[in-house]
């Protein structure tokens, strides 16, 4: 077995235990071995309760015994961001580390009300935990909370200035980040030093919010990278762009990359919306000899997640939806029972869905978390009313029967190890 298809089998499987960052080992937000809970409430479920010092939309990470979540304080020239690190069995605190914001930031207005400052989750590779702070960069700590580096990957804005969002990923020795935003640049940095690999720019990456994936087709790993109109396959090495694809989503793209088997899964848009599955493994315009399907139905800011020939979304709206992933046919839809928003958090859902043990956990802002059979019936098994009063905008953490939850007060962990 070659190196690639070696890397690609380590990945692939990786210690089930662990959900080492952005939507867990594999990047598709789904589960083979976790067995979370079903149902809880204020008074049974809740294995520990922790609370933060700050809010955040970014998810926590487990690796080991170790559970890591940041946050932030402050607006302006008070901002501050945290790393926090927890154990996972009891809850209690391990350490702390701070991170002074790097000035001016972008103002505390518009969308950034929605999500804040702290919205990229960190991925760690079990020898250190790895963030992206925006306009502050990119940094390393030691999994005992000593900062290893910090290196700037840009201080500029998007057009809208609605801030940060996307999250690391690792490939090997490498840290790779989508800093649109702040270079219009997506950015490698060697994992132990935090010295700039490479650093593949671009126009078109103006309004990407977009996580990226790696996808393995034809014997190698493509880096996909989606944007408005179009998505990059990027050798990982080097950023050399490899091949491009035109997609339906326009005006911006803020769901994660969903990676498949050969395939690269996007979704998003704001003026035209859709979802588009792309053969990995080509060379130039792929649009016409790549694309098996497009599909009108689409997800604004949560990702949907890939699971036994499917694509389940939850849509920011509150619709769930089941898609099958090798036609794009939508093969049951239905709008769950979420009351009416208005101002801050207008959408209802903001996190991303995951699936374990053969359920989808689907969590909104205000109205609980919803649980439905992963299947084309998308039944409702069950409404866990908000454990808080504060919005949950992050995406869940599995691990063997916990389920982590965060809010923008609270860290929970529910079920059992």
């Known amino acids: 077995m070659n190196s690639v298809l070696c890397l690609v089998a380590i990945i692939l499987n990786a210690d089930t235990a662990n959900w080492p960052g952005f939507r867990g080992p594999d990047g598709t937000g789904a589960s083979a071995s976790a067995k979370p809970p079903l149902s809880w409430n204020t ?12 809010p955040g939309s970014s998810s926590p990470i487990i690796y080991g015994d ?34 002074p914001a790097v000035l001016p930031e972008d103002p505390y207005s518009g969308y950034i009300t929605e999500h804040g400052y702290a919205s990229s989750t960190p991925v760690t590779d079990g020898n250190a935990v790895y963030l992206f702070f925006g306009k502050s960069g990119v940094l390393a700590f030691a999994m005992d909370g000593k900062k290893l580096w910090q290196t700037s990957v840009g201080t500029g804005s998007d057009i809208r200035r609605w801030g940060s969002s996307a999250s690391p990923i690792l490939y090997k020795n490498l840290v790779i980040v989508n800093a649109a935003s702040e270079s219009r640049a997506i950015v490698a940095l060697d994992a132990k030093t935090g010295r700039e690999v490479w650093k593949s720019e671009g126009d078109r990456l103006s309004l990407s919010f977009s996580t990226p994936a790696l996808v393995e087709a034809n014997g190698r790993i493509d880096l996909v990278v989606a944007m408005p109109e179009e998505v ?20 911006n793209v803020c769901p994660a990359v969903v990676p498949g088997e050969g395939i690269a899964y996007v979704t ?15 060379k130039g315009d792929v649009t016409q000899s790549n694309v098996p399907w497009t599909a009108r139905r689409s997800c604004y800011v949560p990702t949907p997640v890939l699971n036994a020939n499917r694509l389940f979304m939850v849509t920011e709206d509150g619709i769930a939806i089941s898609m099958s992933s090798g036609k794009g046919e939508v093969l049951q839809e239905q709008r769950l029972s979420v009351p009416a928003i208005g101002g801050r958090g207008s959408r209802p859902f903001y996190a991303s869905p995951v699936v374990a043990d053969g359920h989808i956990f689907a969590v909104s802002r205000r109205a609980g978390v919803f649980v439905l059979k992963a299947d084309d019936t998308l039944k409702q098994i069950g409404l866990n009313t908000p454990l808080d009063d504060s919005d949950f905008n992050a995406s869940p953490a599995m691990s063997g029967g916990l389920l982590l939850l965060r809010s923008n007060t609270f860290l929970y962990a529910l079920g059992s190890p």
């Open 43 to 54: 008074s049974k479920g809740v294995f520990w309760k922790m609370s933060l010092p700050g």
């Open 66 to 99: 170790r559970v890591f979540v940041t946050c932030y304080m402050g607006t302006g020239s008070s901002l501050k961001r945290h790393l926090l690190c927890f154990d996972k069995i009891s809850g209690k605190q391990n350490w702390t580390a701070d991170v």
């Open 232 to 251: 990059w396959g990027m050798n990982p090495e080097t950023g050399k762009l490899r091949w491009t694809a035109t997609i339906a989503a326009t005006g």
């Open 268 to 282: 998003g848009g704001f003026q035209a919306k859709g979802t588009s599955a792309i053969k990995a493994g080509g």
